[in-house]
């Protein structure tokens, strides 16, 4: 249980991130989902979470960043980037994410920002469910490695089966579109 001694020398800036994908399916339906849909909820179900952490341990929060339909496979999101310039110019000095994939999941910038960058701007980084506060000793370092290197695995291991689905749907003649083209209708034939 991560908690905050001295929390009045910090200012929050609490992260939040959910990306969209949208999946061919057999029959060439397309659904929409989100990432960890059933694990994480929504953008507002992050927020929710992130102001109550902060509320039972008695920090300020200074804004949100959210950055809703971002893959954390890139770290150039437009509020990710607005959290980074804060950082610059002093703003915030605690940043607050649900878990460690919602910051990102790509290892090496993950250990760039922990071990790195937050270090030298003076900046504490705290992953709630992951049990990572960089403000705390107890935090282990090949643990918080070893969450970032899961979470690129993860990433790279749905790319790779997303890849072969559509493979064998193209082998098979399966209709390959998302969208039809101009005036007709996406069936599926029967032979």
């Given at each position: 249980?991560?908690?905050?001694a001295?929390?009045?020398?910090?200012?929050?800036?609490?992260?939040?991130?959910?990306?969209?994908?949208?999946?061919?399916?057999?029959?060439?339906?397309?659904?929409?989902?989100?990432?960890?849909?059933?694990?994480s909820?929504?953008i507002?179900?992050?927020?929710?979470?992130?102001e109550?952490?902060?509320?039972e341990?008695?920090?300020?929060?200074?804004?949100?960043?959210s950055?809703?339909?971002?893959?954390?496979?890139?770290?150039?999101?437009?509020?990710?980037?607005?959290?980074?310039?804060?950082?610059?110019?002093?703003?915030?000095?605690?940043?607050?994410?649900?878990?460690?994939?919602r910051?990102g999941?790509?290892?090496?910038?993950?250990?760039?920002?922990?071990?790195?960058?937050?270090?030298?701007?003076?900046?504490?980084f705290?992953?709630?469910?992951d049990d990572?506060?960089?403000?705390?000793?107890?935090t282990s370092?090949?643990?918080?490695?070893?969450?970032?290197?899961f979470?690129e695995?993860?990433?790279?291991?749905?790319s790779?089966k997303?890849r072969?689905?559509?493979?064998?749907?193209?082998?098979?003649?399966?209709v390959?579109?998302?969208y039809?083209?101009?005036?007709?209708?996406?069936?599926?034939i029967r032979?």
């Amino acid at each position: 249980m991560i908690t905050i001694a001295n929390p009045e020398k910090y200012v929050a800036g609490l992260y939040e991130r959910l990306s969209n994908e949208k999946i061919e399916v057999g029959n060439g339906e397309v659904l929409e989902t989100k990432e960890d849909e059933l694990e994480s909820g929504s953008i507002s179900t992050q927020k929710l979470f992130n102001e109550n952490f902060c509320k039972e341990n008695n920090v300020r929060i200074y804004k949100h960043y959210s950055d809703d339909g971002y893959s954390g496979a890139s770290f150039d999101r437009p509020d990710f980037n607005q959290m980074i310039q804060d950082i610059e110019n002093k703003k915030i000095n605690l940043i607050i994410v649900k878990d460690l994939s919602r910051f990102g999941r790509l290892s090496s910038k993950i250990s760039y920002y922990l071990e790195e960058f937050f270090i030298e701007k003076g900046v504490r980084f705290i992953a709630v469910t992951d049990d990572i506060d960089t403000g705390s000793i107890e935090t282990s370092e090949d643990m918080m490695q070893f969450k970032a290197f899961f979470n690129e695995w993860f990433l790279r291991d749905t790319s790779r089966k997303v890849r072969n689905g559509k493979k064998t749907r193209a082998r098979e003649g399966k209709v390959m579109t998302t969208y039809p083209t101009y005036r007709l209708q996406k069936r599926s034939i029967r032979l």
